[in-house]
């Protein structure tokens, strides 16, 4: 369990209220920081908070506040903060239960695992509420206010807990007609679209996301020791950057994309028989494993 709970608070179902803590489902992957840097002496740019007429400030005078007219703000405490009467603050309140497939994948912010609190009241009613979602098939919604602002959220069940992610509200998405309106309307060859259909059914798969790496960050590794090293970086060649061309014949690509299937389907086959009696022998699964969430 994570040190410290993004948000302490409690989950309502209509007459039933529990406490619960919220921990971040996202792991931070600290990767190479870019730096501004001083090319003539390679010394690090460093920058100062100033006000005008006042010069260099320490972090100590330093407040926030809300410009509300020319040069004219209001200083907001923490303390005040505090004040901003939303029961969303305090309560996240399960106000509607949609099909999970009813809401856009545009909506969607960030996800945050939901854990009951330390009593016996709230690890019932959070179980109850679990398999309720779990047994109708429903992802409840709901708001919560935050760190300064509030959001949208949906819940749903996650393994043996419980999965809340924050959604954007309405007018924070851009209208897709404004970005599509330039897409030209061509009239697609029928058998273009069978072909890039099989293609699809042969890739075809069950999502495994072990199986997706991030290649920038190693890439990125390799350049900066090579130029430490080095003192140059190597030119990356057009050979290189496999599949950086054009291409000129749309439908000799698709054919030849199949083909190109049908040769890794014969190679997976051939690999399948070469091996030994008894190696591909699966065991029997453990009774009653669940599915990690």
Request: proline share 5%.
């Amino acid at each position: 369990m994570p040190a410290r709970a993004y948000w302490k608070g409690h989950l309502r179902l209509s007459l039933v209220t529990i406490g619960v803590e919220l921990y971040s489902a996202v792991a931070g992957v600290k990767g190479y920081e870019m730096h501004q840097i001083h090319a003539p002496t390679g010394k690090r740019i460093r920058y100062q908070k100033t006000a005008p007429g006042v010069g260099p400030v320490p972090s100590g005078e330093i407040v926030r506040g809300v410009e509300v007219g020319k040069d004219e703000y209001v200083i907001i405490e923490p303390s005040d903060l505090d004040a901003v009467k939303l029961e969303s603050k305090r309560t996240i309140d399960l106000v509607q239960f949609v099909d999970a497939c009813e809401i856009d994948p545009r909506y969607f912010e960030k996800p945050y695992y939901v854990v009951p609190a330390a009593d016996d009241v709230a690890a019932e009613g959070y179980a109850v509420i679990r398999e309720a979602l779990s047994r109708s098939d429903k992802v409840g919604l709901g708001q919560m206010a935050v760190r300064g602002r509030d959001s949208i959220i949906a819940l749903k069940p996650c393994g043996r807990g419980l999965l809340l992610e924050t959604l954007r509200y309405e007018e924070e998405l851009r209208r897709s007609e404004g970005v599509f309106s330039d897409v030209p309307d061509v009239k697609v060859d029928a058998d273009m679209v069978a072909l890039a259909e099989e293609l699809i059914e042969r890739k075809a798969s069950r999502f495994e996301p072990t199986a997706f790496r991030s290649e920038y960050d190693k890439a990125f590794r390799e350049l900066v020791n090579e130029k430490r090293a080095t003192g140059r970086v190597s030119d990356v060649t057009d050979e290189s950057l496999s599949g950086a061309g054009n291409v000129v014949d749309l439908m000799e690509a698709l054919r030849r994309s199949v083909s190109r299937e049908d040769g890794v389907a014969a190679d997976r086959a051939s690999a399948g028989r070469a091996r030994k009696p008894g190696s591909g022998k699966r065991r029997s699964a453990t009774p009653g494993r669940r599915a990690r969430g």
